[in-house]
């Protein structure tokens, strides 16, 4: 007999109309589409392994797939508060050995953790994992819990890129507090130097023939895939392909003030008011100041943004995918309106905005998907400026800001504004730049009470992705072997009476490599 559905009010989707419990997990047996995985990274020290971690990790939770970060660095600084020298990482210091083992196992726990009892879909493993014994560890422990094992491995043998990585990135590590430039990095090579005499590269061709990996070769400039499980790994393959390094600015902004935006209404596709002429032909200055070099020009398929971007006098790109949000039966509406002609679906929306859909409409939800392709190409582009629509902009910044699913929708993103990001090393910049026209206020506070948090909608076999909250930190080290690493000071770093801790001390989170 057919099972009896019910429709969701929020999200408008069948949900069953049982009381039966969600499937639970299982630790063996056969791997569904949608098992945990594990990322595991490979490669030397200053490759960027944390850098594709943290970017790769931002992009997974803002399509909506509960991810985090594990990096063994972290671990270690809180097992030994006190870092003295390479001396730590050399493969005969079997003392420090057993310390950074057992800092390995202690994230590895985590990840179960987080895996099986905290709704998390993808568990980023973020260490050198340079040797087949520490991945066969790794191997087993993923087979023993049901997880897929997806590998990503960094090789970077340009002397110059890794020199770079490490002034930008390494000196401002923890380890090197106290330390100046000259020493940290000697220091650091030496520490490299100590992991390339056992390093044992990924063997797509024969030992690790088996394997679901890919290895990123020269920041991108070319790419080996092995043995690809699922859609996941496929995304994730593709991210990896579109993403580079080189410095770049992206320009987000709004359209100018709407004629809609006079009457309080949302959606339509209005022309600009006087202001928001006035606003183009501003933005049209200040994109002159900035001579930038290829600046691409991006707009939605709307009249408001194609007539800001006319008055720049430079080409632009129209974007359906950066249409704004669809409101469905409320499009041309005032909130008044809404809130009288359709009181459930106005409060509805209040009570969870980022999964509310619309009737005949889109969510933010769907909004991300749609704009995934221009994520992608955003990516792979330098300098832009995206003409667009203000949920559009909220989304897109969320990506880059790393917000979650549940501030996104309430991003500030005021008319005749224009937002500079620069990305960094492991984030982005942003500088918010008012070009001093006038205009309405359409943004709405978050309602007292949709305050509480986020409540992400259960199905009976699945949760609706929502990126993941960061649970109550806690120690990640119960209890170690009384293990103490003796390694000599390297000269100049740090005051000689500073002792060296014991393991399972804690000391202030990093996110450092190992």
Same mark, same amino acid.
């Given at each position: 007999?057919?099972?009896?559905?019910?429709?969701?009010?929020?999200?408008?989707?069948?949900?069953?109309?049982? =009381?039966?419990?969600?499937?639970?997990?299982?630790?063996?047996?056969?791997?569904?589409? =949608?098992?945990?995985?594990?990322?595991?990274?490979?490669?030397?020290?200053?490759?960027?392994?944390?850098?594709?971690?943290?970017?790769?990790?931002?992009?997974?939770?803002?399509?909506?797939?509960?991810?985090?970060?594990?990096?063994?660095?972290?671990?270690?600084?809180?097992?030994?508060?006190?870092?003295?020298?390479?001396?730590?990482?050399?493969?005969?210091?079997?003392?420090?050995?057993?310390?950074?083992?057992?800092?390995?196992?202690?994230?590895?726990?985590?990840?179960?953790?987080?895996?099986?009892?905290?709704?998390?879909?993808?568990?980023?493993?973020?260490?050198?994992?340079?040797?087949?014994?520490?991945?066969?560890?790794?191997?087993?422990?993923?087979?023993?819990?049901?997880?897929?094992?997806?590998?990503?491995?960094?090789?970077?043998?340009?002397?110059?890129?890794?020199?770079?990585?490490?002034?930008?990135?390494?000196?401002?590590?923890?380890?090197?507090?106290?330390?100046?430039?000259?020493?940290?990095?000697?220091?650091?090579?030496?520490?490299?130097?100590?992991?390339?005499?056992?390093?044992?590269?990924?063997?797509?061709?024969?030992?690790?023939?088996?394997?679901?990996?890919?290895?990123?070769?020269?920041?991108?400039?070319?790419?080996?895939?092995?043995?690809?499980?699922?859609?996941?790994?496929?995304?994730?393959?593709?991210?990896?392909?579109?993403?580079?390094?080189?410095?770049?600015?992206?320009?987000?902004?709004?359209?100018?003030?709407?004629?809609?935006?006079?009457?309080?209404?949302?959606?339509?596709?209005?022309?600009?008011?006087?202001?928001?002429?006035?606003?183009?032909?501003? %933005?049209?200055?200040?994109?002159?100041?900035?001579?930038?070099?290829?600046?691409?020009?991006?707009?939605?398929?709307?009249?408001?943004?194609?007539?800001?971007?006319?008055?720049?006098? %430079?080409?632009?790109?129209?974007?359906?995918?950066?249409?704004?949000?669809?409101?469905?039966?409320?499009?041309?509406?005032?909130?008044?309106?809404?809130?009288?002609?359709?009181?459930?679906?106005?409060?509805?929306?209040?009570?969870?905005?980022?999964?509310?859909?619309?009737?005949?409409?889109?969510?933010?939800?769907?909004?991300?998907?749609?704009?995934?392709?221009?994520?992608?190409?955003?990516?792979?582009?330098?300098?832009?400026?995206?003409?667009?629509?203000?949920?559009?902009?909220?989304?897109?910044?969320?990506?880059?800001?790393?917000?979650?699913?549940?501030?996104?929708?309430?991003?500030?993103?005021?008319?005749?504004?224009? %937002?500079?990001?620069?990305?960094?090393?492991?984030?982005?910049?942003?500088?918010?730049?008012?070009?001093?026209?006038?205009?309405?206020?359409?943004?709405?506070?978050?309602?007292?009470?949709?305050?509480?948090?986020?409540?992400?909608?259960?199905?009976?076999?699945?949760?609706?992705?929502?990126?993941?909250?960061?649970?109550?930190?806690?120690?990640?080290?119960?209890?170690?072997?009384?293990?103490?690493?003796?390694?000599?000071?390297?000269?100049?770093?740090?005051?000689?009476?500073?002792?060296?801790?014991?393991?399972?001390?804690?000391?202030?989170?990093?996110?450092?490599?190992?």
């Amino acid at each position: 007999m057919p099972m009896e559905l019910t429709q969701s009010r929020i999200q408008k989707i069948w949900l069953p109309n049982d =009381n039966r419990p969600a499937l639970p997990r299982r630790s063996c047996g056969p791997q569904l589409a =949608n098992s945990p995985t594990v990322i595991v990274m490979v490669g030397l020290p200053a490759r960027g392994k944390t850098y594709i971690s943290k970017k790769l990790t931002r992009y997974l939770n803002w399509i909506g797939v509960p991810t985090k970060v594990f990096n063994v660095g972290e671990y270690r600084r809180e097992a030994v508060k006190h870092y003295s020298s390479y001396d730590f990482f050399r493969p005969d210091n079997e003392e420090a050995m057993k310390v950074r083992r057992q800092c390995a196992l202690a994230a590895l726990r985590d990840v179960k953790l987080y895996l099986t009892e905290e709704a998390g879909q993808i568990a980023v493993f973020d260490a050198t994992n340079t040797t087949r014994e520490r991945r066969g560890m790794i191997l087993n422990f993923a087979k023993e819990n049901g997880f897929k094992v997806f590998f990503i491995e960094s090789v970077c043998n340009d002397p110059t890129v890794v020199a770079t990585n490490i002034m930008e990135v390494k000196l401002s590590s923890p380890d090197y507090r106290d330390c100046n430039s000259t020493d940290a990095m000697e220091d650091f090579m030496k520490r490299i130097n100590c992991y390339q005499a056992s390093y044992q590269p990924l063997d797509p061709d024969d030992y690790d023939r088996e394997l679901s990996l890919i290895k990123v070769i020269d920041v991108g400039r070319r790419f080996l895939v092995n043995r690809v499980q699922d859609h996941i790994q496929s995304r994730i393959v593709y991210y990896l392909m579109n993403i580079h390094v080189q410095p770049r600015t992206i320009y987000l902004c709004r359209h100018g003030e709407s004629e809609f935006n006079l009457k309080g209404k949302i959606g339509g596709d209005s022309g600009l008011s006087n202001r928001g002429k006035k606003f183009a032909l501003a %933005l049209n200055k200040f994109v002159e100041e900035q001579n930038l070099k290829d600046l691409k020009v991006w707009t939605s398929q709307l009249k408001r943004t194609i007539q800001t971007a006319e008055a720049l006098q %430079l080409p632009y790109e129209q974007w359906k995918a950066l249409n704004e949000i669809d409101a469905g039966v409320c499009e041309e509406m005032t909130y008044e309106e809404i809130r009288e002609q359709h009181p459930e679906e106005f409060a509805l929306r209040d009570q969870d905005k980022y999964y509310y859909r619309y009737p005949s409409g889109e969510s933010y939800q769907d909004l991300v998907q749609r704009l995934e392709p221009v994520i992608m190409e955003l990516e792979r582009q330098e300098n832009v400026l995206v003409i667009c629509h203000q949920a559009v902009m909220r989304c897109l910044l969320a990506y880059f800001l790393d917000k979650s699913a549940d501030e996104m929708p309430y991003l500030k993103c005021p008319l005749h504004t224009v %937002l500079k990001l620069t990305p960094m090393a492991y984030g982005c910049r942003v500088e918010s730049i008012s070009l001093n026209i006038e205009a309405v206020n359409t943004h709405r506070e978050r309602p007292e009470e949709a305050k509480k948090g986020p409540n992400p909608l259960m199905r009976r076999n699945s949760v609706t992705p929502l990126a993941s909250p960061e649970p109550t930190k806690k120690p990640r080290i119960n209890s170690f072997e009384e293990h103490v690493a003796v390694s000599s000071a390297l000269p100049g770093c740090v005051p000689q009476e500073v002792p060296t801790q014991l393991p399972g001390q804690n000391m202030n989170n990093s996110q450092k490599p190992l």
